[in-house]
Every structure is written in C-alpha cells, then in structure tokens.
C-alpha cells in the first residue's frame, strides 16, 4: 500500500510541475512561485531517485527546461541551453562548494529574472535568435531580438560566434506598460518576467519594439576563438558592444562567495530591474570541461535562489468583495510597499477563518509576500508594535453589494450572498465568462465589462453576442473606444463562439466545475442540452465527479433562467456541442501524434485542432507510445528520435489523407 502511495504522489507531481511548467514557460501567467515550483522539482527528483522503478521518460526530470511554443519556428541550439541546479541555503551552497573544490575560483553574477535566449553572429552579423524553450530545441524570435536596442546588429568580429543572455524588462519600463494597459482596461501584467517572456513572444515586432526590452549576456555559448577563463569571455564580448552582467566578482572559497551573496541580496531593492538570485559558476574553462555535466545541469555552476521576499507595512482597511458564486472575500488596504518586482497596496485575506487564526486587525503592521510571485497576501502580523488603536475586524451581516442578508457556508468556510440578482455576481460572473481559460475575448477585461454594465449595454454573458458597432461608438457611452478598438471588440467576440462546449461550460461559472472538470463533462456528454435531463447519479458516473459536484451542476441547470440563457447563446451563434464544432468521424482515436517542423498550409495549432477534433491526442515529445510523427519543413530532434525507435513518419498530405481528406479541402 505505501508503494501505491509513493507512485500516486510521483504521478501526482508530474501533473501538477507539467500544468505550471506550461503556465511558466508557454502562457507566462504563472500561479505558483518559483519556490514552490522548485520545491515540487526537488520532491520528485527525490522520489524518482529513490524509486527508480518509477522513473518515466516522461516525466518533468527528464526535460532540460520548458515547452516550445507552436507559434514560432524550432531551432535546434548549437549547444545546449541547460538549466542550473538550485541553492536554497547556505548549507546547501557550502555543500555544492565543497564538492567541487572550495580552492577554484569563482564568478558569482547576478541571476536576472527573465526569459533566457540565444543570439548567433556569422561573418559579424546578427543571423538568428532564438529562446531557450526546452534547452535542446527553442523558439526562432530573431525579428523580436532585432528590436532590442542594446543588441548590436554587426559586430566587429568576422568569426562565429554563440552568446546566451537574459531579455528582462526594466522596472521602469514595466510601470508604464501596466499604466498604459490599466488605462484601457487591459489585465495587467503580473510582473517584469511576465511582462519581458509576453513580450519577446508576440507575433508583431512592433509590438515587442514598443515594450522597451532590456538583456544582459552572460555566457559565451560557442565561439570559433577560444578563452581560458569565463571572465576572459566576457571581457571579450563587452569590447564587441554588448552589454554584459553588471559586477561580476571573483572569489575564492565558500566564505567570499556567502560574502559577495549577502552584498547583492542587500544591492537588490537599488537595482533597476529584478534577480531572483545569484549564480555562481566556476571560472576556468578546462576545469568546466573537466568537470562536465550531468544528463540536463552543468557541475560547474549553480544557482543560489532568494528566498521569497517579504515586506512588513500597515493594514490600513479591510474591504469585501463579492465574488461570481456570491462568496464574500476580505481584501487588505495597506500602505504601499514595494514586493517581487512591483508597488503593492491591496492583498487577499482569503476568509474570515484566515483573519481570526492570525488575529489580523486594521492598523497592524503586517507581514505581505507574494504567492507565486503575483498574488499579495497576508501571512503574518508584528504584534509587538500594537499601540491599542487596531480594530478587529467583523463580516458584514448584509452583502456589500445589493444589501440582502448574507450566510455562513459552513461547508466552504465562506461566507455568501444569496441573492442570485446581485449586481457585484453578475459582474464578476461577465468577467469570468469573457476571461482567458473560459471564452477568452480578447478587450473584455474588468475596466470594459463595468463600463457596458454601467452603460446598460449588457446585463449577462449572452448579451456581449447582441453588441453592434453604433452601441459600442455612441458618443458619450463608452471611455476608450474607437473605431478600430470597437471593430477588434466586436470580431474578439466573434471568434468567441466557436471555443467548444468545454470552454463554454468552464465559462458559465458553475460551482466546483473548473477547466478540467469542464473538459471532462463535454467529452462524455458532448451537447449541452443533455445537461438539462441529468441527475446526480448519472453525474457521478463521470470520472472525478462527485457528489458535491454534480449536486452543483443540477441546480444550475434546474433554474429557468440557465434555459433561458443557454437558449439565448444558441440563438447568437454559440457552440453548445462537440458535434456542431466538429461535425466529423473519430478516425484518429486513440491514436497520439507529434508534430515537428513547420507544415506547408496548417499552423501547429490548426493542425493540432484537426487531429484532436478527430479523436487523436498531441504530444511534445516522441516515446514508444506515439503513433506517427507528422514532420514538416526543418524538422529536428523529434523526427530523428523517431527515426531511432522506428515511429511511423508521415507529412501534411499523410495526416490530411489519414482522416479522409486533401490539402484542397482544407
């Protein structure tokens, strides 16, 4: 039993490091720190060391870094990009010193917190620039990186020569991207990293031109010239016109690295830009090749990681705000105090169980972090500096926003309105339907959605369908709308209505039914109108539906309004099943694929679309249990592992073929 236990928690790990791998490295919208991530890392690594019985060609370890991105061409790096093994104390770093020999000298750098790249000069000339991605195969952004001012375009060195560095975004340049996004009502970015990896990953140049990008070299990756040490590199580098690391220090032994650690950790709040640590690399080049590397990390470096910043500042007020299902949450007013990267000055109190636990009072001085780097909260009070003016906080017995009495859920540990007609719900319902994992309409964010709801041009989600041109433009309705912004509004929505019933369901905001469990419920009963007939026990039939869960979408679909609603949506066009999205045969199920190259006429994501849309499954990498790969024009790694393990192979014309179709029909 406790085998089955460890194996659980080792596939349990895998999931969950996969969903933020893909948060981190492709939506850049992480949720989690990069602590927390690395603390689930380290976890499996562990287990999977071990329990070697366990260990997965698929599993997370195995990766060298993130996914690469379907939007952009592949390039296969000259040498790897790897990542670094990670400090998290003292202790550690002593450890990691003393095994590779405290008597070498080290170049101990600051870690800049944004996207890795690599830049390739031929001849003195900037030809290609390409992300990380997953360390062996990267992201082709070279018209991105041309924007990038401090990127020489030629150099005076005829040679070849490979650099790695770091694109960030400076803060200064982040406070006015966020001001300006803030002021029309676009989400705003959650930090500076977000901010550099959204940026350098547009499909525009100009648009990435326009967010002032920044990098710092650090590496010298290949170079047809060859150095003895690492500074020598860089040396070399910054005499060609890069702008490389600020203030990288040799040292000798532990105890002037710990020094130099301490010195940046106090520099960093000074800085104009963000590290989340330090990196400490060996500096000569023989003793690096001899000291080689493991399957994905070098052993001649490592990465000592700050620990999560944390920042003490006064609780000026407790706000509540009434959430799309009705539930009352606490949000902090504090005095603004600068945390991870960006000027605070609200935070979550999560609920009234979290407040009274803490005994969190207005007027305290309170400790605030980050979770995940991005969510501000509150984890603690200094009570030695209580003077007896703090006042202990108590719910409202009427909600906030419609004055109906408020309940206990005790079963939630929530408080919540009742009130289905709630104007603070139906707000906050508009804004998940329109939000990215559910119809994703693009311009619909919070600042817009109040502004229609104010105006009186919608009232529920189905509502956004029936918006026109003239109601959008009528003078003196609408901040911030144009003629171009109404026409790109009104086409977002457009595109809306095709998402599938998966996204629609997620996006009706249903109690417990989230992206998975969404997914889940459209492919087993694939048309919404089945919702309407089903009952609880037919429900909890459905893997990972319990009886919670579907109590919950039995009541959403017993109420005439949810009727009249979804009769409402069909009736502008929504997709409310598999079938009318689809309207094909389920040739390909079972089945996974790889994709690899770039295809003659589908995009990676319309040719994925085709064949998941058929039953098939994709899948980023090759193993035994892939079907066929489908390569395209410079196909790389995928297609010669392929090739090693003997997976069928075919193109655009053999995938088209496979589900009865010609590349005219497409």
């Not at 596939?11 to 603390?39: F, G, Q």
């Not at 590199?233 to 702008?243: I, N």
């Not at 001085?365 to 009570?383: H, S």
Request: charged letters at 25%; aromatic letters at 8%; one cysteine or more.
């Amino acid at each position: 039993m406790e085998e089955l236990r460890i194996q659980d928690r080792i596939e349990e790990l895998r999931k969950t490091i996969e969903y933020h791998s893909r948060l981190y490295y492709i939506d850049n919208s992480p949720v989690i720190s990069d602590y927390e991530y690395d603390m689930l890392y380290r976890e499996l690594e562990n287990l999977e060391a071990e329990h070697p019985e366990y260990v997965s060609d698929t599993s997370p370890t195995r990766r060298v870094g993130g996914d690469v991105s379907s939007q952009f061409a592949e390039v296969i790096h000259t040498v790897p990009l790897g990542s670094l093994k990670d400090a998290f104390s003292f202790e550690e770093l002593r450890e990691y010193i003393n095994k590779t020999g405290a008597e070498y000298g080290y170049s101990v750098e600051y870690k800049i917190d944004g996207l890795s790249v690599a830049l390739r000069y031929e001849n003195g000339v900037f030809v290609r620039g390409a992300t990380r991605g997953n360390g062996i195969t990267g992201e082709d952004v070279t018209a991105n990186l041309r924007t990038v001012r401090s990127i020489p375009l030629r150099i005076g060195y005829s040679g070849t020569l490979e650099l790695r560095g770091e694109v960030y975004m400076p803060r200064e340049s982040f406070e006015s991207l966020n001001l300006k996004r803030r002021e029309s009502g676009e989400p705003e970015f959650a930090n500076p990293r977000n901010a550099a990896a959204g940026s350098l990953r547009q499909l525009d140049p100009s648009v990435t031109s326009d967010r002032r990008l920044d990098i710092f070299i650090f590496n010298v990756q290949y170079s047809d010239r060859s150095f003895n040490t690492h500074l020598e590199g860089l040396e070399f580098v910054r005499s060609l016109g890069f702008r490389t690391l600020p203030m990288p220090r040799l040292c000798v032994g532990y105890d002037e690295i710990e020094t130099r650690i301490i010195e940046i950790g106090n520099e960093r709040e000074t800085l104009p830009y963000d590290i989340d640590g330090v990196v400490i690399k060996i500096d000569s080049i023989a003793l690096r090749l001899e000291l080689g590397e493991t399957s994905n990390t070098p052993r001649w470096a490592v990465a000592y990681k700050f620990p999560p910043e944390v920042k003490e500042t006064r609780l000026i007020d407790i706000l509540v705000q009434v959430g799309r299902t009705g539930v009352l949450t606490p949000n902090a007013v504090l005095e603004p105090v600068r945390l991870a990267g960006t000027s605070v000055s609200r935070a979550t109190l999560h609920n009234i169980d979290y407040i009274r636990e803490r005994d969190i009072r207005i007027g305290d001085i309170v400790q605030v972090r980050k979770a995940g780097d991005i969510i501000p909260e509150i984890i603690g009070v200094n009570t030695a500096l209580r003077d007896g003016s703090e006042i202990t906080f108590e719910f409202p017995k009427f909600c906030p926003s419609c004055g109906e009495p408020v309940v206990d859920d005790g079963g939630e540990a929530a408080i919540r309105c009742t009130n289905g007609s709630c104007p603070a719900q139906a707000e906050r319902a508009l804004e998940h339907f329109a939000s990215k994992d559910a119809m994703d309409i693009e311009g619909l964010g919070p600042a817009m959605i109040a502004q229609l709801l104010d105006a009186g041009l919608v009232n529920r989600c189905s509502d956004f369908y029936k918006l026109t041109y003239d109601m959008l433009t009528e003078p003196d309705k609408l901040k911030g709308i144009g003629e171009v912004s109404a026409k790109n509004l009104l086409s977002a929505i457009n595109v809306s209505k095709t998402r599938g019933l998966d996204r629609l369901i997620y996006a009706l905001g249903i109690r417990q039914i989230g992206i998975k469990a969404a997914k889940t419920l459209a492919s087993h009963f694939r048309d919404i109108e089945l919702f309407f007939t089903l009952s609880v026990d037919e429900l909890t039939q459905v893997e990972d539906i319990g009886d919670i869960t579907a109590g919950f979408v039995v009541d959403y679909f017993s109420h005439p309004q949810t009727r009249e609603l979804i009769d409402d949506l069909k009736a502008c066009g929504v997709v409310t099943s598999l079938e009318s999205k689809n309207r094909t045969n389920m040739s390909l199920a079972g089945k996974t694929f790889v994709l690899t190259g770039t295809l003659p006429n589908l995009s990676r994501s319309e040719a994925t679309e085709l064949i998941e849309t058929h039953g098939g499954k994709v899948s980023g990498s090759v193993s035994t249990k892939t079907y066929m790969v489908i390569a395209g024009e410079d196909a790389g790694s995928k297609l010669m592992k392929a090739e090693t393990i003997g997976i069928q192979i075919t193109d655009e014309a053999g995938l088209l073929k496979l589900i009865g179709k010609t590349d005219t029909e497409m």
